[in-house]
């Protein structure tokens, strides 16, 4: 674990206070510690999502660095928590960090695109960290989020026939898997009870949890200009 303090000034971090319309806002950018994996590694540690936790800071997962780090948004101090012993490669690649109904911060691991099977994580507000292996039916996770139900969805991308949506309840106990013909991205639960996400290249889907049943809805094609 890393506390550095930090002053309003670097690269990674930004704090935009909510402003009237009339009055311009003020940016406050914070630099993260430098990313503990050497080369092949970028210099960069790629803060890739954002969470407000419930502990009063700000979370967030650093792809590049097998990082996951926190903010206080008052002190602006800067917590890190190395994710691999030691800190060897970036295979990891932690992303798509969120609160949980638990009291506890969760995220996914894995390398998105592939078939190569990942982890959803769970990790304490005091950085104790807990891995559930997705089943090897399922490719890479790539998005997470709380479902209607309490629990987490999670959706994955990789090959033909491994990609879709995962359920697990946070005793990291997998309750459903949904295969899909297309890479499913982007979830988010929907005012209508429904699980939404980004399926393929130019579809949005709804899942519904009740029967598990697909409606797909194509986006207009608009050519490049």
Same mark, same amino acid.
Not at 20 to 26: F, K, L, Q
Not at 68 to 80: A, F, L, R, S
Not at 120 to 126: L, P, S
């Given at each position: 674990?890393?506390?550095? %303090?930090?002053?309003?000034l670097g690269l990674a971090l930004i704090a935009v206070p909510m402003m009237?319309?009339?009055?311009?806002? &003020?940016i406050n950018e914070f630099l993260l510690p430098p990313n503990p994996i050497g080369p092949p590694a970028p210099q960069s540690t790629w803060p890739d999502s954002i969470s407000a936790g419930p502990d009063g800071n700000v979370w967030f997962?650093?792809?590049?660095?097998n990082r996951?780090? @926190?903010? /206080?948004?008052?002190?602006?101090?800067?917590?890190?928590y190395n994710l691999a012993t030691p800190v060897s490669t970036y295979s990891l690649l932690p992303q +798509?960090?969120?609160?949980?109904?638990?009291? /506890?911060?969760?995220?996914?691991?894995?390398?998105?695109?592939n078939s190569d099977?990942?982890?959803?994580? @769970?990790? &304490?507000? /005091?950085? +104790? $960290?807990? +891995?559930?292996? $997705?089943?090897?039916? %399922?490719?890479?996770?790539? /998005?997470?989020? $709380?479902?209607?139900d309490g629990n987490l969805w999670f959706s994955t991308w990789g090959g033909s026939g491994n990609s879709g949506i995962g359920v697990m309840?946070?005793?990291?106990?997998? %309750?459903?898997?949904?295969?899909?013909?297309?890479?499913?991205?982007g979830i988010s639960k929907g005012p209508?009870?429904?699980?939404?996400?980004?399926?393929?290249? *130019? *579809?949005?889907?709804?899942m519904n949890p009740a029967d598990g049943s697909f409606t797909y809805f194509s986006v207009p094609y608009v050519p490049n200009r």
């Open positions: 674990m890393a506390v550095v %303090l930090v002053g309003a009237s319309s009339a009055s311009s806002p &003020t997962a650093e792809y590049y660095a996951v780090g @926190k903010i /206080n948004p008052t002190t602006h101090t800067i917590t890190t +798509s960090i969120i609160a949980g109904p638990d009291g /506890n911060m969760w995220f996914v691991t894995g390398r998105g695109g099977a990942g982890s959803i994580n @769970k990790i &304490t507000v /005091n950085g +104790s $960290v807990t +891995s559930y292996p $997705v089943p090897a039916s %399922l490719a890479s996770p790539f /998005n997470i989020v $709380v479902g209607p309840n946070t005793a990291g106990t997998m %309750l459903h898997t949904y295969l899909t013909s297309q890479w499913a991205r209508d009870g429904n699980m939404w996400f980004v399926y393929g290249y *130019q *579809q949005i889907a709804k």
